[in-house]
């Protein structure tokens, strides 16, 4: 039997080899006629499966469509607005109520509880109704009039890594502009003009330039990283099904005389079929979603696309390895979800991958999604050209080849046992 061939089923129902070296009057023109057949009869054969089954439409159609949805709808604001403030003033003067008025003037902050202790404060807290606690002590103004230092103490709710530190930010800049206003206007006092009493405040100015998304939009910076996590656990779920659903079902003889009796061929023809299917949610990806949820692409979007052809010729093929050594689905489907459930903690999107140990950076590596990642950002966020995400399109070949290659050889050996039982 040769090993890139199953063999062709006879009325005995067993598997004989089938070669184009087989029959000379084959020219090598027939051959790929015949080759392109096959494939095309098992993207045919794909087509109807996929589309004759309510659950099939609805994992892989209608399902990551609708996640990507709803994961936009989560970060569509982009920004943290209106956090709740709890305030304790026990100095009721004019120079508190002027800081609590700049804490309510913030868009991130809104002062929506006044409380007379730090025991309701962390009533509050425990609840999560307040972010951020300002207390207030007595003697403030008096203490500021005096040209004495004094302490306003602030209060974060740390258990929200996120609001915390948009508060602290938030809270830092509202005390350093309060603070500033009334030196200045101490400076004028003592006789200093305006420029003069400017230049006294701040000796150095800070002129900062952020890049790539300057207005900090956590939309634009997060939805697409979980989009693409989203899109890999399909491309691996396809690859799973390709394989693991027809030797479930117990249809691999028909799969095999629609691929023309070659496990390669019908592999083959799975393969094109399910990554035209990527290509389809790729354009609606680009195309309609980024744009419906305000999520720009500054470089080209035909290079992202490219790349994103490779990424999925890589996934699925690393579905169907699952599929071919774990055997059952469900099996191969507790290997996708140990797979894709960390994938993107584990892609360097959020957290650098220098900054993991060495164990799980060889690991993250072997995952399309971390290469991909990689590569998309330099062109969706860095607007870069294709040159630089060529390292990135050549890794995620190369795993797609292995994977692809490993699932073949166990796939063939498996059809091979079978039939040898029979």
């Not at 057949?37 to 209608?62: G, H, M, Q, T």
């Not at 009039?145 to 929200?160: E, L, Y």
């Not at 040159?387 to 797609?400: D, H, N, P, R």
Request: net charge positive.
């Amino acid at each position: 039997m040769r090993s890139w061939e199953v063999g062709k089923l006879s009325n005995s129902n067993n598997l004989n080899d089938h070669s184009p070296s087989q029959h000379p009057s084959f020219s090598a023109l027939s051959a790929s006629n015949l080759t392109m057949k096959a494939i095309w009869n098992i993207i045919i054969r794909e087509f109807k499966i996929i589309f004759s089954s309510r659950l099939y439409i609805l994992a892989l159609l209608i399902f990551p469509i609708a996640d990507c949805l709803f994961l936009g709808g989560i970060y569509s604001a982009g920004f943290l607005e209106k956090l709740p403030v709890a305030v304790i003033d026990h100095d009721n003067s004019k120079i508190s109520r002027n800081i609590i008025r700049f804490f309510n003037a913030s868009p991130g902050m809104e002062v929506k509880y006044r409380i007379s202790n730090t025991e309701e404060l962390r009533d509050l807290f425990a609840r999560q109704k307040a972010v951020l606690g300002l207390y207030i002590p007595t003697n403030t103004q008096k203490n500021i009039k005096r040209q004495k230092t004094h302490d306003i103490t602030v209060f974060i709710n740390s258990s929200n890594y996120i609001a915390a530190s948009i508060a602290d930010i938030d809270a830092n800049t509202i005390i350093a502009t309060v603070s500033g206003g009334i030196k200045y206007k101490t400076l004028n006092k003592k006789g200093f003009s305006s420029k003069q009493a400017k230049e006294l405040l701040m000796p150095v100015k800070n002129d900062t330039a952020k890049l790539f998304n300057p207005a900090l939009n956590y939309n634009i910076f997060l939805t697409p990283g979980l989009w693409m996590s989203v899109i890999q656990q399909l491309l691996i779920l396809a690859g799973i099904l390709a394989i693991s659903t027809e030797f479930d079902l117990k249809t691999i003889r028909a799969m095999l005389r629609s691929g023309g009796a070659s496990v390669l061929k019908a592999m083959s023809g799975k393969l094109i079929f399910y990554t035209f299917f990527a290509y389809v949610h790729f354009e609606i990806l680009y195309r309609v979603l980024f744009p419906l949820f305000a999520i720009p692409i500054a470089g080209s979007t035909s290079a992202v696309i490219v790349l994103s052809m490779c990424f999925a010729f890589a996934a699925i093929s690393l579905g169907m390895l699952l599929s071919s050594v774990l055997r059952t689905r469900a099996n191969a489907l507790r290997g996708c979800l140990i797979i894709a459930a960390p994938a993107f903690l584990l892609s360097g999107y959020t957290w650098p991958l220098e900054q993991m140990p060495v164990f799980l950076r060889v690991f993250s590596e072997t995952i399309p999604l971390t290469p991909f990642l990689a590569g998309f950002r330099k062109i969706y966020m860095y607007g870069l050209g294709t040159e630089f995400i060529l390292t990135y399109a050549k890794q995620l070949v190369i795993s797609g080849v292995i994977f692809f290659s490993l699932a073949y050889v166990f796939t063939f050996m498996r059809i091979k046992k079978q039939e040898a039982k029979k």
